[in-house]
Protein backbone atom coordinates (compact mmCIF):
# COMPACT_ATOMS: atom_id res chain seq x y z
CA UNK A 1 0.00 0.00 0.00
CA UNK A 2 2.78 2.32 0.96
CA UNK A 3 4.70 1.39 -1.85
CA UNK A 4 1.64 1.84 -4.10
CA UNK A 5 1.32 4.99 -2.87
CA UNK A 6 5.26 6.47 -3.34
CA UNK A 7 4.59 4.79 -6.60
CA UNK A 8 1.73 6.87 -7.09
CA UNK A 9 3.28 10.18 -5.94
CA UNK A 10 6.22 9.94 -8.35
CA UNK A 11 4.22 9.59 -11.46
CA UNK A 12 2.06 12.94 -10.44
CA UNK A 13 5.29 14.73 -9.81
CA UNK A 14 6.45 13.77 -12.86
CA UNK A 15 3.24 14.35 -15.03
CA UNK A 16 3.44 18.16 -13.14
CA UNK A 17 7.10 19.09 -13.71
CA UNK A 18 6.04 21.59 -16.84
CA UNK A 19 3.03 22.25 -19.04
CA UNK A 20 0.71 19.24 -19.27
CA UNK A 21 1.91 17.22 -22.66
CA UNK A 22 0.06 17.53 -25.96
CA UNK A 23 -0.94 14.89 -27.95
CA UNK A 24 -0.44 16.76 -31.08
CA UNK A 25 2.47 18.49 -32.61
CA UNK A 26 0.75 21.24 -32.03
CA UNK A 27 -2.56 23.25 -31.25
CA UNK A 28 -4.56 24.86 -33.32
CA UNK A 29 -8.32 24.71 -35.19
CA UNK A 30 -7.50 26.27 -38.15
CA UNK A 31 -6.53 23.17 -40.64
CA UNK A 32 -4.77 25.60 -43.28
CA UNK A 33 -2.24 27.51 -41.31
CA UNK A 34 1.37 28.18 -42.38
CA UNK A 35 4.61 29.19 -41.04
CA UNK A 36 2.82 32.92 -40.07
CA UNK A 37 1.12 30.43 -37.17
CA UNK A 38 4.43 30.17 -35.49
CA UNK A 39 5.73 33.47 -36.19
CA UNK A 40 5.21 36.47 -33.18
CA UNK A 41 5.31 40.09 -34.88
CA UNK A 42 4.58 41.79 -31.94
CA UNK A 43 8.25 42.67 -30.68
CA UNK A 44 9.10 44.53 -33.35
CA UNK A 45 8.40 47.58 -32.38
CA UNK A 46 11.30 47.58 -29.73
CA UNK A 47 13.86 47.36 -32.90
CA UNK A 48 15.22 51.59 -33.32
CA UNK A 49 12.37 52.46 -30.24
CA UNK A 50 12.79 54.36 -27.42
CA UNK A 51 13.36 53.47 -23.94
CA UNK A 52 10.13 54.02 -21.94
CA UNK A 53 10.39 56.05 -18.36
CA UNK A 54 9.26 53.58 -16.24
CA UNK A 55 9.78 49.81 -16.00
CA UNK A 56 7.97 48.17 -19.08
CA UNK A 57 7.51 44.25 -19.26
CA UNK A 58 6.64 43.20 -22.86
CA UNK A 59 5.22 39.74 -22.67
CA UNK A 60 4.83 37.00 -25.16
CA UNK A 61 3.27 34.32 -23.52
CA UNK A 62 0.02 32.39 -24.99
CA UNK A 63 -2.17 35.29 -24.37
CA UNK A 64 0.16 37.31 -26.81
CA UNK A 65 1.22 34.37 -28.95
CA UNK A 66 -1.77 31.29 -28.57
CA UNK A 67 0.42 29.26 -30.75
CA UNK A 68 2.48 28.71 -27.48
CA UNK A 69 -0.49 26.80 -25.59
CA UNK A 70 1.31 23.58 -25.68
CA UNK A 71 4.87 24.39 -26.18
CA UNK A 72 5.86 24.60 -22.31
CA UNK A 73 7.69 28.11 -23.40
CA UNK A 74 7.39 31.55 -23.41
CA UNK A 75 9.21 35.21 -23.58
CA UNK A 76 9.28 38.74 -21.64
CA UNK A 77 11.19 41.65 -22.66
CA UNK A 78 12.26 43.67 -19.71
CA UNK A 79 13.22 47.38 -19.95
CA UNK A 80 14.55 49.11 -16.79
CA UNK A 81 15.29 52.82 -17.86
CA UNK A 82 17.81 54.75 -15.13
CA UNK A 83 16.42 53.87 -11.25
CA UNK A 84 13.77 51.67 -12.12
CA UNK A 85 12.78 48.45 -10.72
CA UNK A 86 10.32 45.39 -11.32
CA UNK A 87 8.58 44.90 -7.86
CA UNK A 88 9.06 42.23 -5.71
CA UNK A 89 7.00 39.03 -7.48
CA UNK A 90 6.15 35.51 -8.22
CA UNK A 91 5.53 33.05 -11.11
CA UNK A 92 4.10 30.00 -9.73
CA UNK A 93 3.99 28.05 -13.22
CA UNK A 94 7.29 28.50 -14.58
CA UNK A 95 11.54 28.99 -13.67
CA UNK A 96 12.74 32.09 -15.27
CA UNK A 97 15.85 32.18 -17.29
CA UNK A 98 17.35 36.12 -17.49
CA UNK A 99 19.98 37.29 -19.81
CA UNK A 100 21.11 40.67 -19.36
CA UNK A 101 21.46 42.65 -23.09
CA UNK A 102 22.78 45.90 -21.79
CA UNK A 103 23.01 47.83 -18.68
CA UNK A 104 23.51 46.37 -15.54
CA UNK A 105 20.78 45.08 -13.05
CA UNK A 106 20.60 44.35 -9.34
CA UNK A 107 18.84 40.73 -8.84
CA UNK A 108 17.83 38.67 -5.89
CA UNK A 109 15.33 35.93 -4.86
CA UNK A 110 14.61 34.65 -1.68
CA UNK A 111 13.90 30.84 -1.13
CA UNK A 112 11.31 29.11 1.13
CA UNK A 113 14.37 29.37 4.20
CA UNK A 114 13.69 32.82 3.88
CA UNK A 115 17.83 32.96 2.65
CA UNK A 116 18.24 36.07 0.13
CA UNK A 117 20.44 35.68 -3.06
CA UNK A 118 21.47 38.58 -4.72
CA UNK A 119 23.59 39.58 -7.06
CA UNK A 120 24.82 42.29 -9.55
CA UNK A 121 25.09 41.18 -13.10
CA UNK A 122 26.50 42.68 -15.76
CA UNK A 123 26.27 42.75 -19.82
CA UNK A 124 25.88 38.79 -21.03
CA UNK A 125 25.81 37.61 -17.51
CA UNK A 126 22.27 34.64 -17.56
CA UNK A 127 20.52 34.60 -14.19
CA UNK A 128 18.08 32.03 -12.79
CA UNK A 129 15.18 32.80 -10.73
CA UNK A 130 13.92 29.23 -9.60
CA UNK A 131 10.02 28.40 -9.95
CA UNK A 132 7.65 30.06 -7.47
CA UNK A 133 10.09 32.20 -5.56
CA UNK A 134 9.77 35.67 -4.75
CA UNK A 135 12.39 38.15 -6.90
CA UNK A 136 13.02 41.70 -7.90
CA UNK A 137 15.07 43.30 -10.49
CA UNK A 138 16.67 46.82 -10.17
CA UNK A 139 18.50 49.06 -12.43
CA UNK A 140 20.77 51.13 -9.90
CA UNK A 141 23.17 52.84 -12.45
CA UNK A 142 22.78 56.32 -12.70
CA UNK A 143 23.23 56.65 -16.21
CA UNK A 144 22.76 53.39 -18.37
CA UNK A 145 18.74 51.85 -19.08
CA UNK A 146 19.55 48.35 -19.03
CA UNK A 147 17.52 45.62 -21.42
CA UNK A 148 16.86 42.00 -19.97
CA UNK A 149 15.19 38.89 -21.71
CA UNK A 150 13.21 36.33 -19.59
CA UNK A 151 12.58 33.20 -20.92
CA UNK A 152 9.85 30.65 -19.11
CA UNK A 153 9.51 27.40 -18.76
CA UNK A 154 5.78 27.49 -19.64
CA UNK A 155 3.26 29.38 -21.93
CA UNK A 156 2.04 30.87 -19.20
CA UNK A 157 4.09 31.31 -16.16
CA UNK A 158 1.96 33.97 -14.50
CA UNK A 159 2.88 36.81 -12.08
CA UNK A 160 1.71 37.42 -8.54
CA UNK A 161 2.84 40.93 -7.84
CA UNK A 162 3.33 40.77 -3.90
CA UNK A 163 2.51 44.93 -3.40
CA UNK A 164 -0.83 44.32 -5.42
CA UNK A 165 -1.60 40.96 -4.83
CA UNK A 166 -1.62 41.42 -0.65
CA UNK A 167 -2.30 45.22 -0.35
CA UNK A 168 -4.71 46.37 -3.57
CA UNK A 169 -7.22 43.46 -3.46
CA UNK A 170 -9.94 43.12 -0.60
CA UNK A 171 -8.13 41.41 1.55
CA UNK A 172 -10.05 42.70 5.03
CA UNK A 173 -7.86 45.53 6.55
CA UNK A 174 -7.63 43.68 10.29
CA UNK A 175 -5.97 40.81 8.20
CA UNK A 176 -3.21 42.70 6.86
CA UNK A 177 -2.80 45.10 10.30
CA UNK A 178 -2.18 41.49 12.40
CA UNK A 179 -0.10 40.18 9.47
CA UNK A 180 1.88 42.80 9.93
CA UNK A 181 1.78 43.30 13.34
CA UNK A 182 1.24 46.88 11.78
CA UNK A 183 -1.62 49.76 12.96
CA UNK A 184 -4.49 50.36 10.46
CA UNK A 185 -2.90 54.01 9.30
CA UNK A 186 0.08 52.26 8.24
CA UNK A 187 -1.22 49.85 6.10
CA UNK A 188 -3.27 52.29 4.85
CA UNK A 189 -1.21 54.29 4.12
CA UNK A 190 0.30 51.40 1.72
CA UNK A 191 -2.86 50.91 0.49
CA UNK A 192 -3.18 54.30 -0.71
CA UNK A 193 -0.29 54.33 -2.20
CA UNK A 194 -0.64 51.64 -4.69
CA UNK A 195 -4.59 53.07 -5.44
CA UNK A 196 -2.47 55.32 -7.83
C1 LIG B 1 -6.12 30.03 -40.85
O1 LIG B 1 -4.78 30.18 -41.30
C2 LIG B 1 -4.66 30.86 -42.54
C3 LIG B 1 -3.17 30.85 -42.98
O2 LIG B 1 -2.33 31.35 -41.93
C4 LIG B 1 -5.19 32.30 -42.38
O3 LIG B 1 -5.10 33.00 -43.60
C5 LIG B 1 -6.64 32.25 -41.90
O4 LIG B 1 -7.09 33.55 -41.62
C6 LIG B 1 -6.75 31.39 -40.63
N1 LIG B 1 -8.16 31.25 -40.26
C7 LIG B 1 -8.60 31.53 -39.03
C8 LIG B 1 -10.07 31.26 -38.79
O5 LIG B 1 -7.87 31.92 -38.14
C1 LIG C 1 22.92 51.62 -5.57
O1 LIG C 1 24.13 52.30 -5.85
C2 LIG C 1 24.56 53.14 -4.76
C3 LIG C 1 25.78 53.91 -5.26
O2 LIG C 1 26.71 53.03 -5.84
C4 LIG C 1 24.87 52.25 -3.56
O3 LIG C 1 25.25 53.05 -2.47
C5 LIG C 1 23.60 51.47 -3.18
O4 LIG C 1 23.87 50.58 -2.12
C6 LIG C 1 23.09 50.67 -4.38
N1 LIG C 1 21.81 50.04 -4.05
C7 LIG C 1 21.56 48.76 -4.33
C8 LIG C 1 20.22 48.25 -3.90
O5 LIG C 1 22.34 48.02 -4.91
C1 LIG D 1 -4.81 48.94 -7.58
O1 LIG D 1 -6.16 48.64 -7.91
C2 LIG D 1 -6.80 49.66 -8.65
C3 LIG D 1 -8.26 49.26 -8.82
O2 LIG D 1 -8.37 47.93 -9.23
C4 LIG D 1 -6.08 49.84 -9.99
O3 LIG D 1 -6.67 50.89 -10.72
C5 LIG D 1 -4.61 50.18 -9.72
O4 LIG D 1 -3.90 50.24 -10.95
C6 LIG D 1 -3.98 49.10 -8.83
N1 LIG D 1 -2.61 49.52 -8.49
C7 LIG D 1 -1.54 48.73 -8.69
C8 LIG D 1 -0.21 49.30 -8.28
O5 LIG D 1 -1.64 47.61 -9.19
Do not use: W
Not at 130 to 137: A, C, N, S, Y
Amino acid sequence: MILHLIFTFAILCIATAGDPNILTDFVTLNNTIDANYFTFIGMRQLVGGEYPTTFKALKVSMNEFPTLNGQSVSYAILEFPVGSINPVHIHPRASELMFLVSGSLQVGFVDTSNKLYKQSLQVGDIFVFPKGLLHFQYNNDTKEPALAISAFGSANAGTQSIPTSVFNTSIFGGILDASFHATRTTIRKIEHGLEG
